[in-house]
């Protein structure tokens, strides 16, 4: 399979399990959630692949970087606390960290 | 004006009918130009001798000391020569200098091109083509490509032996998507998205 389509199917099953994550915690608005995980999503994972790729090669160091990065958005997004929004961020990117590991590096 | 409009026309219709008019000298959409150059491995062995190279279309001719990596336009040929240091006279350098019956020049076998281009997020930056003198007498002059040492964007390099003499040996590291996905992905797709997400805060704001 192309390169191109796994980082597609990497976005698709990120936003999938981040979404699913973030709902238990809120549990209203699906379809917002949903359009926040989407663009939250779209904005990091990239730029943590780009990362990865060519600037940072410490595959951690990225994810904690995502996780800083997407609570800050959650928090602002979702009108939430910000040590919930971080709990929230923890909890799904590591989640798709343990996927990536396991299937993608 | 009108000759004005009538010239343009004749311009554009020249170029879309021949576009190859075009492409000849620029950079193909999706395409970066690699910075390459060559150098000559073991130039101090031959004391005796200093080495030029020519090419007629654009650059010209340049003398190639050792350590010197040295270019070319990118759809010239481009020759080496040693000449007998004994012989040469910098100033005698020129066009004419080169011709085929000159008696103190001493072609090598060797015909060098340019590297071409490579897809735009390839990792490739530069590729440097090491030429090393095989044997040289007042009749001949043998070159031989022996390795080409690429460096990537992320500051690594490697070195690639030639195995045969007209193929160049392949990076090890090239781009792994298309270059129009590498843009969507890398560029536009966060920026899109930091931007909806701006926008939603700041209608929120508006709301209040």
């Not at chain 1, 915690?25 to 060519?54: C, G, M, W």
């Not at chain 2, 101090?44 to 190639?64: K, L």
């Amino acid at each position: 399979m192309s390169p191109m389509y796994w980082y597609i199917l990497s976005l698709i099953i990120t936003i999938v399990i981040e979404f699913s994550v973030i709902w238990i915690f809120v549990k209203k608005d699906t379809s917002k959630l949903f359009l926040y995980t989407v663009l939250i999503n779209s904005f990091t994972l990239p730029l943590a692949t780009f990362s990865y790729q060519n600037l940072i090669n410490n595959f951690y160091l990225v994810e904690a970087l995502v996780i800083f990065a997407e609570s800050i958005l959650i928090m602002l997004l979702l009108k939430t606390k910000y040590p919930r929004a971080l709990l929230i961020s923890f909890v799904a990117n590591f989640i798709t960290a343990m996927i990536s590991l396991l299937f993608f590096i | 004006m009108r000759n004005k409009l009538i010239i343009l026309f004749a311009f554009v219709l020249v170029f879309s009918v021949f576009p190859q008019a075009v492409s000849a000298d620029l950079i193909i959409p999706g395409t970066k130009s690699v910075n390459w150059c060559y150098e000559i491995s073991n130039i101090n062995d031959y004391p005796d001798y200093v080495f030029v190279f020519n090419e007629e279309r654009v650059t010209g001719h340049g003398i190639i000391n050792q350590g010197d990596c040295f270019g070319f336009y990118k759809n010239g040929l481009t020759s080496v020569y040693a000449i007998p240091k004994a012989e040469f006279n910098e100033a005698e350098l020129n066009r004419e200098f080169f011709e085929e019956n000159n008696p103190i020049l001493i072609k090598s076998n060797i015909q060098l091109n340019a590297f071409g281009s490579v897809q735009e997020n390839d990792p490739l930056q530069k590729a440097v083509i090491t030429l090393d003198i095989e044997s040289l007498s007042k009749s001949s002059f043998d070159v031989q490509k022996s390795k080409v040492t690429y460096t990537y964007t992320d500051g690594t390099s490697e070195e690639e032996v030639f195995q045969s003499q007209e193929i160049m040996p392949e990076p090890s590291k090239t781009a792994i998507m298309p270059w129009w996905f590498a843009k969507f992905w890398y560029i536009i797709l966060p920026i899109l998205a930091i931007i909806l997400i701006g926008i939603i805060l700041l209608i929120r704001r508006l709301k209040k």
